[in-house]
Each structure stands twice: as C-alpha cells, then as structure tokens.
C-alpha cells in the first residue's frame, strides 16, 4: 500500500498504483463480506461464500506485500539506511496506535450495534491488533528485517533471503494469527521477491511486455485462479490453517502467484490506455490506498449497521454500499483532514520523523 510521500519516491509509476488500486478494492470486498457473515446477513459456511472469502483472500494480501517491498532499496539509497528506517517505521507505529484507538474506541461506544464488542482493556491491547491493522506491524517488522539484511546487496543474500522467507511462508501457510508479529508470517516470500528484484528492476521488467500480451496473460492468469480456487483444495496465504494439507498449501501458493501476476498484468495494459475514468480511478484509490486501509473498517461498520437500522437486508445493496463507502468515505475523510490543515490522521507528526 502506499505510504504517503515521506517514505515512497518523488515519481510514482501507474502500473503499481493500478495493482494497488485492484488490491485494496479486493481487500475491501472481502472485509465487506466478513463483516456480513459476523452479522448473520450471509451463511458464512456455504459455499458460495467460501468460494468469495478464498478468492479475495487468495491474492490481495499477496499483491501489497510483493508492492510494500518494491521501494525499500530506493529508499534506502535515497534517505540512508537508518532514516528510511526510522522515517518508515515511525510512521506505522504511530498510525498503528492511532487506528487501533480509533477503531477500537468506535468499537467500545457502539457495542450494542457492532458484531464484535470490544472492552476498553481490549482497546488498549496493541499486542492482539484490531482487526485487519495488523499489517501495519507487520510491515514494521519486515522493514526492519529487510533494511538489515539487505538483500539486494549480493547474489548470495538475495538467494539466502528469497529461501528462507520460502521457508517460513510454506510452514506457516494458512495461518492467521493474533498477535503482532507470527500474524503476517505467509507473506514474507511476496515481500522477499518485491525487496530482492527492487523496483526499478520490476518497472523495466514490466514495462517490456506489449499491451496484448499483458492482457492475454492476464486473462488466462484470471481463468486459472478462478478455476482452481472453484475446483482445487486450495488454501489462502492467511485462512485455512485447520484445514490445510502438504497439497492445499502447494496449490495455495502457485494459485497466490497466479493472482499475483494476473494483478500486475492487469495493471500493465491498463497503464498502456490513454486516461480513461476506470484507470483514473484505481490509479487515485491505489495512491491512497493506505488511507483506505486505515479509515475503511469504520466506514465498513457504519454502513452496514445504517442500512440495518432502515430495515434493509438486499445482499447486493449492502455489499456495493460497503464496497463503495469502504473505498470513498476514508478518501473523504482523508480529503477533508487536509483542508482543515490537520494531516495527522493518516501521516506521522514531523516531530516524530528525522530532520533534513
């Protein structure tokens, strides 16, 4: 996700910004669908939903984490090891805390109304992250872990690194986890390959795959993940665990991958358009895609239990209510803060940052 100027390059590329924008859609959708399962609005067991829950779950995560370890080297060379780090770190702590509160709080003065009632303790314990906040730790962790091994620094630290994280995310497949740091532990080989190739490294790769192909790949990438998440025991990065086999992981992983590039080859020949509404879009959400991250639990809540209140219960009116409020309203939020001079909800106070 992005994480603002103070940490991201001074020029942005569209093609991740599309892939991000995808991403957070999907992350949305599926929060939006949990959240409807907690209320008793879906049947969380049929199979129509496992199908849904899988498939969102299947790539979205994956898609940031590749994304979230593009940029370090960058910024690292750019900044220096040690204010990158501080200068990224500081702002996901910060945030974190934040949006815990925040969300937590929100929690603890709607309880009658929410699915999962918070006690004030559960507020202030940052050790068990509120919901989906869990990446921003995470990310914390990673960083650190990749500024300091530094992968990109030889071939043998790259392959020493790109094993390991293979390692760790394949024993941990499927494992969700509550606590800040084992939660996250699938997705350090997406985040391992995003670090070790960089960047700009990624960018030329890309950008040599011609319009066409790019899309012929990504519709067949699309078929295929369909079909095997439809028709194959495939297991999601981060749900599953209980249920998951040496095969389900194996086939997890691949189909995770084969989300993956779907995504990015998407990206690819939506960026080789001329500007059009749809790119225009997912190219905003995709830069503000941390925003919505924060901000889209809240507004995921407040439209489902509004739309309870007035007795409606459409299946498709709550979903594209939350998916449209999950993605527009933190953007709202977010554009409003920064009229009102008060960017502090979604950046870290400067006096919390590295000077120069």
Known sequence: MSTGASVQAPSRDQATDLARGIAIIAIVAGHVLRGLSAAKLVDGTSTSYVFADTLLYGFHLSVFALLAGLFIRRG???QGRWKYLWTRDATFLYLYVLWSLIQGGVKLLSAGLVNTPVTPMEVLDLVHP??????????????????VARPWASQRRAAVTLVAAGVISLLTWGYAGDVIGPEGLPLWMFFAVGVTVGDRRFRAQLSRIAPVPAVSIAGLAAIAYVVAVAFLPVTAPTLGLDTRTAFSV????????????????????????KSNPVSRVLALLGTRSLEIYLAHGVALSGTRIALVALGVTSLPVHIAAGIGLGLFAPLLLWWLMRRLGMPWLFQAPSRLLPRG
Do not use: K, Q, Y
């Open 130 to 147: 509120e919901g989906h906040l869990w990446f921003l730790p995470w990310l914390m962790i990673a960083t650190t872990l990749a500024v």
């Open 250 to 273: 194996a086939l997890g992983a691949v189909t995770s991958w084969v989300g993956v590039v779907c995504v990015l080859s998407a990206s690819r020949f939506i960026s080789s358009l």
């Open 76 to 78: 690292v060379d750019r």
